[in-house]
Every structure is written in C-alpha cells, then in structure tokens.
C-alpha cells in the first residue's frame, strides 16, 4: 500500500460514514478490517470494530477538506 496513505482509524460505523463522504466527491477509499479478515481465517489477533481507511496519496489533496470536516463533526479533530 506504498501508493496510498492512511487517513482513519477506528470503528467501523465512524469510519462508513466516512467512505460514504468520500465517496460523494468521487473517491473510492479502501477500507481495512484486520480483525474480520483474522475471524475468517480462524484466529483473532486484532482489535474488533476497527477499521482503517486508506485513500490513494494523488488524492489527498481533494479529501482532506471532507476528511477534516468529517472528523470535526463527529469530534474526533
């Protein structure tokens, strides 16, 4: 994931209300559940209900206005 960078993490209801944000304005972050990933394959080594999400770095700059509101409604900024 060298081409992409790390924008939140935490739990996953937060953190789909953020991909839907994002993707009102066109970009398709990724998101990441360790711990739903080690449940189905038989071992649970995370932390559960957390999620990263992650967005291509060439988009970053057209994000970082929705990710910072985003955040600073839901009082994580």
């Given amino acids: 994931m060298s081409e992409t960078t ?3 993490t ?3 209801l937060i953190a789909k209300g953020l991909v839907a944000r994002l993707n009102e304005i066109g970009i398709s ?3 990441r559940n360790d711990h739903d990933s080690s449940v189905h394959a038989g071992f649970a080594m995370s932390i559960a ?4 999400i992650f ?3 060439d988009e970053m700059a057209e994000a970082q206005s929705t990710i910072d509101e985003f955040l ?3 009082g994580e900024q």
Avoid: A, D, F
Wanted: hydrophobic share 25%; charged share 30%; glycine share 6%.
């Fill in 6 to 8: 790390r924008i939140y």
């Fill in 10 to 12: 935490g739990p996953t």
């Fill in 29 to 31: 972050p990724i998101e």
């Fill in 49 to 52: 209900n957390q999620t990263m």
């Fill in 55 to 57: 967005i291509r770095k």
């Fill in 72 to 74: 600073k409604e839901i």
